[in-house]
């Protein structure tokens, strides 16, 4: 039996309404969108406090999206009164979520209308109920590029292209509860680039400002990183949105200068970025396919050894991986969502991926889902967690143990 989206439509005459909490090349920021025409009203520990206009409606967007910078030390925050999720001082429970939206390209079409086969919204509500205390999206949230074929039941109705109706049916309307349910951190993916759902993106989730004047309607090429200090660990956040997957040297080069650049931040860190290196979705004869060429060619012999995990999506499916070689841990948490990779292997222990050996790890394909990272209570460096791979019931399938670079998993 199909289950049906029956709420990715706003009821005649409602108006929309989204708030959430991110992290910026700035700080933290609350953020709402709207179709009332203006900003909400907004609090800061109960003084009034205002929203300013991060992006006026626009061709294709016909929504206001408002920003409003949240200092350090602020205890409480409101959206039209509806209280925001404030980050902890140290995060403890982490939510990787990525890879979320439903996939329409050419022939390559997925039921959208289908939770059985778009299970997003499932997700995001389950793992809401977790009460993480904070979520890390790896990217791709855009996914609806060409209309839905006619007569397919499946995606019948559906939006396409970079348009706000399709943003808020990808990502906004299932991903609502768990928006609000902690503060976030935005990896940008390759589906965000300028020429796909760039627009979008620059607009609502991009954590630097934005300028409709620059660029493509106001999206930029690849960012600067930037910093988020979750508690005796700094995650330092990249935009390897368009990293060629045959080697660039160009791009290498600037990718090489962000990875050393993590050798001055005090402490355990780890990457963000959507784009995983030594990470596979297939492999033939022990040797693994998928990784990006040029971002391996950028990390090698330039990763410092603060540098624990590198923490990605790009492949539909959930990788924990170790190396033999002194490199980061690898989680890949791409499963959010979008049709999963058939291919992507299980057991992981020996594979090669561009000359580089996996040590331990595993791996979990064709699971829809989203992982969790939980800090060992016990341990004040920073450098042990549980990394748990969930269902989009909340189902576990998957426990590894995290040491700083090491990867031991049931």
Known sequence: MVACLALLASPAGAKEAYHWVQYTAGGLEARAISDAGACPSATLDGANSVMTTRAAPGEDYGVIVCAMAIPKGVKTATIADVPLALPKQ????????????????????QACNDMNEWPFRLGADVS???????????????????ACPTGNAGCAGTPFGDTWDVWRSDFFIPGDALLRAAPWIM????????????????????????????????????????????GGVTVQVMDVSTANEKVDEKQAAFFREQFAAAKEIPGPVWLAFHRPVWAMDDVKNGVGSGDNKTLAAAAKGAVPTNVQSFISGHLHTFLALSYVEDLPAQIVSGHGGDDLSP??????????????????GIGKPMIFGFSLLERDQADASGLKWTLTGLDTKGKPFAKCRIDGRSVICD
């Open 90 to 109: 140290r995060a403890d429970r982490i939510l990787l979520i990525g890879d979320t939206g439903c996939r329409l390209k050419g022939a390559q079409v």
């Open 128 to 146: 809401a109920t977790l009460r993480p205390d904070l979520v890390l999206h790896v990217g791709d949230f855009h996914y609806r590029e060409s």
């Open 187 to 230: 990896v940008r993916g390759n589906h965000e680039e300028c020429e796909r759902g760039g627009k979008g993106w620059a607009r609502a989730l991009d954590p630097y400002a934005f300028d409709p004047s620059t660029g493509v309607s106001g999206c930029l090429g690849p960012a600067k990183p930037y910093m988020v200090d979750i």
């Open 343 to 360: 291919n992507a292997p299980e057991k992981v222990v020996g594979i090669q991926v561009n000359n580089v050996n996996i040590k331990s």
